[in-house]
């Protein structure tokens, strides 16, 4: 069976490409893009072609862009192209040259297939319509189609494996992912090649591919040659392994499943973990990484995160945008201070924290030789002796209990706020300030005694609370 043979058959397993509906296909004017594009044209499905002009090579850019506007005569399609100024986006965004040209690719492919492009008058102005022929957005399908092959399928697991990112890494490239379809997954660059020389079909070779300065050309030009000495089938072995690896990953996601509904409890946009339920998992940091590394956190966090077991409470472990905090028998993923976290750490003196019931400001005073203790209950004179940070601000729950000013007793947080009067909906709003399991602040009520200012205190912390 022939390339043309193989994928007609290849494109069977996936109905949603149809014959009467324009495909967008990305094409560099490479070798792999070329194939694709007389494989398409040969099994007579309907395509646009779009090319991307990264500006990055000069007079190579150039003509890689005329030469993929000259095959929309060649196969009758309308081309695509749009120019990027790739080096400014890098710089801008401060990512590497690869990351900005596949941000900038794949943002304008969504755009085209979403029917979003040209987005403004300027943009309808740049020369990109090759052809007479308009798209009919109607007709246009909702994938992209790139020309992966199985070459750069095994690159990208082997520079997986060698970055650690885990099982789902393995898999390589997948053959649809959100709205890119890649249908070459199936054959080899070898191939690629061979179709091309026998259909006489020309193709150009950007130069940035022969160098050894990009991490896949690197695997390809150096490692893959050294490994295959070795390993002769190398690329059959890596590809029968692929296979199994993209199915053990279905048992691998059905078994984390499985745990995390065991394990989480979602309460608003906070994720709570019972901690004794946590230590008993195994394998306790693999279920810990799943459940972490959507919120920010990587395998580096992971000692630090499993720590917080044995923890006091009032320790965190902070990703850029959640925290994870240890309060009592709990796990507490939220997010970094926000008006909708429900716990939210107070790090230091000095600080103004925003919060869903309103704002504290928190200070030290040294000298207070003249300092009243205010009366008011929206603030809060405490001996900073007793105070040690992270304190926890939070909404106050059943079974919570303090000292109330000038009381030796203890006393339950919802017979206090019972006693004060405090409708239904407005013990729902009240918040307390923590301190290593103990209540040093019902904001805006009373203060623990065990707090309080003494004639041997000597610095006070002060909060102040103004409500919404």
């Known amino acids: ?274 901690v004794l339920k946590l230590k008993k998992t195994n394998p306790l940091t693999t279920v810990v990484y799943e459940i972490v590394k959507d919120f920010g956190f990587t395998a580096n966090h992971l000692p630090d995160i499993i720590n917080l077991l044995d923890s006091e409470t009032g320790k965190y472990v902070s990703s850029g945008s959640h925290r994870i905090i240890k309060n009592r028998s709990w796990l507490i993923i939220s997010p970094l201070q926000t008006m909708q976290a429900a716990n939210i750490l107070i790090e230091a003196t000095g600080e103004n924290v925003t919060f869903a019931g309103g704002e504290l400001q928190v200070k030290t005073m040294t000298n207070f030789a003249d300092f009243k203790i205010p009366s008011a209950n929206n603030a809060a004179a405490l001996d900073v002796a007793e105070i040690t940070f992270p304190l926890l601000l939070r909404k106050w729950k059943q079974g919570d209990y303090f000292y109330p000013l000038g009381m030796k007793k203890k006393k339950k947080v919802s017979r206090f706020l019972s006693d004060q009067k405090l409708s239904k909906t407005d013990k729902e709003k009240v918040w307390v300030v923590e301190m290593n399991k103990k209540i040093a602040w019902i904001v805006g009520q009373r203060i623990d005694d065990r707090f309080k200012i003494k004639p041997s205190s000597i610095n006070v912390l002060i909060i102040t609370f103004r409500g919404i």
């Open 1 to 274: 069976m022939n390339l043309h043979e193989r994928f007609l058959q290849h494109l069977q397993q996936f109905p949603f490409i149809q014959k009467q509906q324009k495909q967008l296909v990305a094409v560099s004017g490479g070798v792999d893009s070329i194939v694709l594009c007389d494989l398409m044209y040969k099994t007579a499905y309907d395509f646009v072609i779009a090319h991307c002009n990264f500006q990055l090579r000069e007079a190579e850019s150039e003509r890689d862009e005329q030469f993929v506007r000259n095959l929309g005569d060649k196969y009758g399609k309308e081309v695509l192209v749009r120019r990027f100024d790739t080096k400014k986006y890098a710089a801008v965004n401060k990512v590497s040259i690869q990351v900005a040209a596949r941000e900038l690719r794949y943002e304008w492919f969504r755009a085209i297939v979403n029917g979003q492009w040209p987005m403004n008058k300027q943009e309808e102005k740049l020369p990109v319509h090759h052809s007479p022929f308009t798209i009919h957005h109607s007709q246009l399908s909702t994938y992209i189609l790139t020309a992966h092959h199985a070459n750069d399928n095994i690159e990208t697991t082997l520079m997986n494996f060698f970055k650690g990112t885990g099982i789902s890494g393995l898999h390589g490239i997948l053959p649809v992912q959100g709205k890119i379809f890649r249908p070459l997954l199936f054959a080899k660059k070898e191939e690629l090649l061979a179709y091309s020389s026998e259909n006489n079909l020309p193709f150009v070779e950007d130069s940035s591919n022969l160098s050894d300065k990009y991490t896949r050309n690197f695997f390809r030009h150096k490692l893959f040659p050294l490994l295959k000495e070795v390993y002769p089938n190398l690329e059959d072995n890596l590809l029968h392994n692929i296979e199994r690896f993209t199915e053990v990953e279905i048992l691998y996601k059905q078994s984390v499943e499985q745990h995390k509904q065991k394990l989480l409890e979602v309460k608003g946009n906070e994720v709570h973990i019972p």
